[in-house]
């Protein structure tokens, strides 16, 4: 099985990530992170989990977690 990076499209064989214009036929594909894209989501997931854990907040987005049903204050 082939994983492609969802975000840069590169393509891991054998544990290396590369640049490939074309997959080899009939290979069965996923998709997946390469680690400089995964280390860059990360960092922006731990952004947005300072920005609403800062100023006193539940650390919750608006009505995804929180039990208010979407309305905030």
Known sequence: MIRVCCVCR???TNGTWE???CL???QWITHGYCPECF???MAEV???VGELTAGGGNGTACG???GQGG???
């Open 10 to 12: 590169r393509i891991e």
């Open 19 to 21: 640049t490939r214009t």
């Open 24 to 26: 080899p036929d009939h």
């Open 39 to 41: 280390a860059e989501a």
């Open 46 to 48: 731990e952004e947005l």
């Open 64 to 66: 995804v977690m929180d």
């Open 71 to 73: 309305r905030c204050g």
